[in-house]
Nanobody, 114 residues
Framework: QVQLVESGGGSVQAGGSLRLSCAASASIFNPSVMAWYRQRPVNLRELVAGITSGGTNYTDSVKGRFTISRDNAKNTVYLQMNSLKPEDTAVYYC?????????WGQGTQVTVSS
């Protein structure tokens, strides 16, 4: 069983920055994928960024502004979000895949005002 706890959401003005964190609690933690998704009002949940042993990937709308990283010693994945835009407003979810099982965090709200 894996528990994911997100933090770092909040409200910021356009152009500002936030850093999201997702800490995993598990007796064994060896994920194949760690990622951030977001869900905007009336939209489906979408992949924002992912990180594997092979590298990182980003949705086009955040390339050059967001950076995903992980600290294996802390079982934590981060999402550094710069140059935030109002359209980045969403609930952001941490997502982990391990041994073909998927886990989700509870979500953290990010609100960007113009």
């Amino acid at each position: 069983q894996v528990q994911l706890v997100e933090s770092g959401g909040g409200s910021v003005q356009a152009g500002g920055s936030l850093r999201l964190s997702c800490a995993a609690s598990a007796s064994i933690f060896n994920p194949s994928v760690m990622a951030w998704y977001r869900q905007r009002p009336v939209n489906l949940r979408e992949l924002v960024a992912g990180i594997t042993s092979g590298g990182t990937n980003y949705t086009d709308s955040v390339k050059g502004r967001f950076t995903i990283s992980r600290d294996n010693a802390k079982n934590t994945v981060y999402l550094q979000m710069n140059s935030l835009k109002p359209e980045d407003t969403a609930v952001y979810y941490c997502h982990v895949v391990m041994y073909r099982l998927t886990y989700w965090g509870q979500g953290t709200q990010v609100t960007v005002s113009s």
